[in-house]
């Protein structure tokens, strides 16, 4: 693994509520990564490449939830990669990415 330094430069997260009835789980995501973007005064043309976490398909209860989240995420077009690990895919999705930033890869996954 490369010793290059790696940072987060923006963090988002949704408006906090019991439940959320005005936005659809892909507009949640956008929601979350437009005030990432914002907070890293970055836009949606600047990103190489995207890692997303999602739960396994069987609690998602949908199948590769990453295809129809590609869009909402800006990386239609770009490489995007599926972390799921079923109960640590907060953690176990920022180490995938940051390890790849730091390795410098962003293409092929």
């Known amino acids: 693994?490369?010793?290059?330094?790696?940072?987060?430069?923006?963090?988002?997260?949704?408006?906090?509520?019991?439940?959320?009835?005005?936005?659809?789980?892909?507009?949640?995501?956008?929601?979350?990564?437009?005030?990432?973007?914002?907070?890293?005064?970055?836009?949606?043309?600047?990103?190489?490449?995207v890692v997303i976490g999602k739960a396994s398909d069987f609690f998602e209860g949908v199948m590769t939830p990453e295809l129809y989240l590609a869009d909402a995420l800006g990386a239609t077009g770009k490489p995007l990669l599926r972390v799921h690990t079923a109960g640590s895919v907060g953690g176990s999705t920022a180490l995938v990415a940051a390890n790849l930033v730091a390795a410098r890869v962003t293409a092929p996954f």
């Open 1 to 49: 693994m490369s010793k290059e330094p790696v940072a987060v430069v923006g963090i988002g997260q949704t408006q906090h509520a019991a439940a959320r009835r005005d936005v659809s789980i892909a507009g949640l995501v956008r929601e979350a990564a437009r005030r990432a973007l914002d907070d890293a005064a970055l836009d949606w043309r600047d990103v190489e490449a």
